[in-house]
């Protein structure tokens, strides 16, 4: 593996992330500083921190600088990323703001299932089992 998809399982294995927790980070929950991750609304509802293993700081960092671009190309069109509950309607900006954009955005734009607002999400749970299923073929590794 490379790229995203390296830094997607090192995460996984090396901070203690679930799936659908490493999907949801948003570039405000990582502290390079204090070496760690923050994750709401994780397994059960709970929120939590985690460890940020150092070895994938440049990893991340490159990773949110891409997405923060994106972001950049986004607004110019009005669009930005989900936002939670009704942040949207307090703040109605917010979405501007570097931090609230997802660290692993998807590649398209999707309506918000609740507002119907244009809005890019998050990448897709099938994105990690695709890229896990190919490197196991490309590994050799016999799944039986």
Known sequence: ??????VLFSL???GGLRINEYLRLRVKDFDFDHGCISVYDGKGGKSRNTLLPLSLKPAIEQLIQEAIALQVVDNAQAI?????FALDRKYPSAYRQPAWMYAFPS????????TGKLCRHHLHDS???KA???AVKR???LNK
Not at 80 to 84: A, N
Not at 107 to 114: A, D, F, L
């Open 139 to 141: 590994a050799g590794i």
């Open 80 to 84: 930005g990323p989900s936002m939670p």
């Open 127 to 129: 994105v990690a089992r």
């Open 107 to 114: 590649i398209t734009w999707c309506n918000h299932p609740v």
């Open 132 to 134: 896990l299923k190919a």
């Open 12 to 14: 996984l294995y090396g």
């Open 1 to 6: 593996m490379n790229g995203r998809n390296l």
